[in-house]
């Protein structure tokens, strides 16, 4: 390989291995109004947030959950425990989950627009076969700054450029 070649490759892939480890994209946050424990037995306090990705309904309840996290119910003995701060209830997912959709009138548009394109590129990421934390570290990365080399490396592997895969499967 030509040397101009390795520089071309390198500080891609050199982002990619350094990919974000917490979100900096606005996330749905669930505001705890009453004394909680969630499904993991975690307590939670009034005035509390929570991050929130979707909603499970079963059995008459309804919970906000975060991916591979907790989840807590929105309403405990007819008494409403937690609200959604800045998202909605969206589009089914699969029997009893939906989405929680950013609200742009509370989350802002560019917000709305950053957390739509994150969960959208983890989950072709994840499709592509990348495991959880990469999947979601690169759509970090993209969300917050699709321009920059790493955002356009994902980028082109997202519009499913073959080498584009391969560089970032290399730097997992």
Not at 69 to 98: E, K
Not at 133 to 157: F, I, K
Request: proline share 6%; with cysteine; aromatic share 6%.
């Amino acid at each position: 390989m030509k040397i101009y070649t390795l520089l071309a490759i390198a500080p891609p892939l050199a982002m990619a291995a350094g990919t974000a480890t917490a979100r900096e994209t606005p996330e749905c946050r669930i505001a705890v109004v009453s004394a909680v424990t969630d499904d993991m037995g975690r307590s939670w306090q009034a005035g509390e947030i929570a991050p929130a990705t979707f909603v499970r309904r079963e059995g008459g309840n309804t919970f906000y959950c975060e991916d591979h996290g907790q989840c807590l119910p929105q309403r405990l003995h007819g008494v409403t425990v937690t609200r959604p701060i800045d998202c909605r209830v969206g589009s089914r997912t699969s029997p009893g989950y939906f989405w929680l959709d950013p609200d742009p009138k509370v989350m802002g548009a560019a917000g709305a627009r950053q957390l739509l394109a994150r969960r959208r590129a983890e989950m072709r990421l994840s499709a592509l076969g990348f495991d959880n934390a990469s999947a979601g570290g690169l759509a970090e990365d993209y969300a917050r700054n699709p321009t920059s080399s790493n955002g356009r490396l994902v980028a082109r592997a997202l519009a499913g450029s073959q080498t584009a895969i391969a560089q970032l499967k290399a730097a997992q």
